[in-house]
């Protein structure tokens, strides 16, 4: 009796360690991605590289994979059958526009106060996605915790953009990533639902990103048309990573929003998101370095993800786990 009360306890915070690991990657890829645009003078293409670099090792690795594959018929049946919801196959378009958010914004904000930004925007959406039960993890109503960790999540942001010295014109550009946390807890609970489907989380980080790489192309092609495209790519393979990074952080999400939701997966990625955008910008600052109140923001961010990530769990023992249908 012992051991399975303990057995699940264990298994949240592993996944909890795992979510933060996540936030390290997604850091870390958009200063990469940002970076890549400035270099190029060219955020739609940079989105393009980072996402398509990251399909093709995919389509390497999904060739050779025997359980992507089967993963990808169970889906394909799933959907023919509507036990889950077509829509759930566009998440990849909420990842790509998560990567344009990146290289249009970092590289104007710095990468701190993008991350805050989109830290309020992750939270909310984690909030009212588990409260309709739109994850693998099933409904879990509104509590203290979880509605205070999201408040205090936006208040973190107001507290950043104190006494920032950018015009406020300049700060408009924050309005993308706060959307952006929206659409990508979204998109982390549609993963999570194919994953369970799937039996791996190999396919529906494949049709991320196929599906991503489609979309930036498009957009890509339409920008080149009047702009052209940059007369050289920069040889450092440092700016290369983004993509390899992004499908090991999507794979993670879609494994562990199953096991603690939507928004614990989110907020538990905050901590390492905000942990990594300080250690970025503090030494490889770049265009806007992060001031006190940025860094205050980001305390109170991560004083938000801790808790909200501190449930009472007898206050959810009445609630199915069963997720619902479509």
Request: proline share 4%; hydrophobic share 55%; aromatic share 8%.
């Amino acid at each position: 009796m012992t051991h399975h009360t303990h057995k699940p306890v264990m298994a949240a915070w592993v996944a909890i360690l795992l979510a933060v690991v996540a936030g390290v990657l997604r850091t870390s890829q958009a200063r990469i991605n940002g970076a890549l645009a400035v270099e190029i003078q060219d955020a739609f293409l940079s989105g393009v590289i980072s996402f398509g670099s990251g399909f093709l090792i995919l389509l390497l690795i999904f060739s050779f994979n025997k359980k992507g594959k089967e993963g990808w018929r169970k889906l394909i049946a799933a959907l023919r059958s509507g036990g889950i919801s077509k829509w759930f196959t566009l998440a990849g378009s909420a990842g790509a526009a998560y990567v344009l958010s990146q290289t249009l914004v970092v590289g104007i904000t710095g990468v701190a106060l993008y991350t805050v930004a989109f830290v309020a925007g992750l939270s909310m959406g984690g909030l009212f996605l588990d409260l309709w039960g739109i994850g693998p993890a099933g409904k879990k109503p509104l509590s203290v915790n979880r509605v205070g960790g999201a408040a205090l999540g936006i208040a973190a942001v107001a507290l950043s953009l104190v006494g920032h010295s950018m015009a406020a014109s300049a700060l408009l550009p924050l309005l993308l990533p706060l959307v952006c946390g929206v659409m990508v807890a979204w998109q982390d609970a549609a993963n999570g639902r194919m994953t369970v489907i799937a039996g791996t989380p190999l396919t529906s980080t494949f049709l991320n990103f196929m599906v991503g790489t489609g979309v930036l192309l498009i957009v890509a092609m339409f920008n080149s048309f009047s702009v052209g495209l940059p007369s050289s790519l920069p040889s450092q393979p440092y700016f290369y990573l983004g993509g390899a990074i992004g499908v090991i952080f999507i794979g993670i999400t879609a494994v562990v929003v199953r096991e603690i939701g939507v928004l614990l997966m989110g907020l538990g990625s905050i901590a390492g998101q905000l942990l990594m955008a300080l250690i970025l910008d503090f030494f490889f600052p770049s265009a806007q370095t992060t001031g006190l109140m940025i860094l205050l923001g980001a305390c109170l961010a991560f004083v938000a993800a801790a808790w909200a990530a501190w449930p009472k769990r007898r206050m959810h023992a009445h609630v199915a786990t069963e997720p619902p249908q479509g």
